[in-house]
């Protein structure tokens, strides 16, 4: 089994996924000309039998919640899954002024708006380019445990990412997380090694 | 004279990053603290004229940093913010708050040559 081997490395994929999130935040704000507020990003790396769990503490909504998934690809892959508290998800749709976008419409844009920024800016600090699914809804109003239920993640480790963006004033708050296979994951390992051997 | 530079970052990866990226040469003292709150002690111990400051970190933020610099009785350093959040209201916040220039991550040499330029220090 693979592992994030040293402090190093963990804070590195941190700082680099820090900077992916942070041009992620910037093209939410410019789509609503509001401000987001950014988390600081964690990284674990998880067993499959324990990624629910991990999930679960990350993410912290007890309410319903709304998620929509999006995979990409290039010499790594893996998938995304921004999830997004159901009811911020209304405050969300008062902040557009286009009265025939539905909500999931809206949803799935925001999504490929940070999954896009987020995962992009990190693998073009790697100079890798990605190319992405078109984001799908995995769940509409479930609580967080159906829908991981359903997810079904494929990979035999996850090294999950998670990032949280906030509308300032609204309720609005996206969980990003991101989910990478064993082999995706030494190559970012290898990348970050390089990384900090010039350091 | 030696320069004393504050460089604050909770990412020790970072800090090395931005460390690796100043003018080689330069007759400067580095101090490091990962938060606002580590980087007001050090300025309580000793003035820097320098502080090259992150925004999103634990226990005391960048934003927060700034202000309690303003409502001090420090003598002010010179604030060059660098962040991985360049949303252009961030960079208009810290401004109003005293900083002196922005400059977006990843750090290169070029960028934060041309800040140090632009705040005069260099």
Redesign the interface.
């Known amino acids: 089994m693979i592992g994030l081997g040293n402090d ?1 490395q963990r ?2 994929l ?2 680099l996924v ?2 992916g ?3 992620a ?2 093209s939410l ?1 410019r789509l609503f000309d509001t ?2 507020t ?3 990003p964690r990284i674990e790396l998880v067993q499959p039998r324990d990624v629910t769990r991990a999930i679960r503490a990350l993410v912290d909504a007890p309410g319903p919640v709304v998620a929509v998934r999006q995979a990409f690809s290039s010499r790594i892959r893996g998938e995304a899954l921004a999830i997004y508290e159901a009811g911020g998800c209304d405050a969300l749709a008062d902040l557009v002024t286009y009265p025939d976008v539905t909500s999931d419409e809206l949803l799935l844009e925001v999504s490929n708006v940070l999954v896009g920024a987020c995962v992009g800016g990190l693998a073009a ?1 790697f100079s890798l380019d990605l190319s992405f699914s078109p984001p799908s809804i995995l769940g509409s109003h479930r609580s967080i445990d159906d829908l991981l239920d359903v997810a079904g993640l494929p990979w035999e480790n996850a090294l999950i990412a998670e990032v949280n963006f906030r509308v300032v004033d609204r309720a609005f708050r996206c969980h990003l997380l991101t989910f990478w296979p064993d082999e995706s994951i030494a190559v970012l390992l290898r990348a970050v090694d390089a ?2 051997a ?2 | 004279m030696t320069m004393s530079v504050l460089v604050v970052d ?5 800090r ?2 931005v460390i ?1 990226s100043l003018p080689p040469g330069w007759d400067i003292s580095i101090t490091q603290a990962s938060n606002g709150s580590e980087a007001l002690a050090a300025l309580g111990v000793k003035h820097h004229a320098l502080v090259l400051l992150d925004l ?3 226990v005391m933020d960048g934003y927060q940093f700034l202000e309690a610099i303003a409502s001090s009785e420090l003598v002010r350093p010179i604030v060059i913010v660098l ?8 960079q208009a916040r810290v401004k109003a708050l005293g900083a002196s220039a922005f400059v ?3 750090v290169g040499a070029q960028t934060i040559l041309a800040a140090l330029h632009e705040c005069g220090v260099l």
């Open positions: 190093d804070d590195a941190s700082e820090n900077i999130m942070g041009q935040g910037d704000a401000f987001i950014l988390s600081i600090q990384l900090l010039t350091l | 909770d990412s020790p990866v970072s090395k990053m690796r999103n970190m634990p962040s991985g959040d360049i949303q252009p209201q961030a977006k991550k990843p």
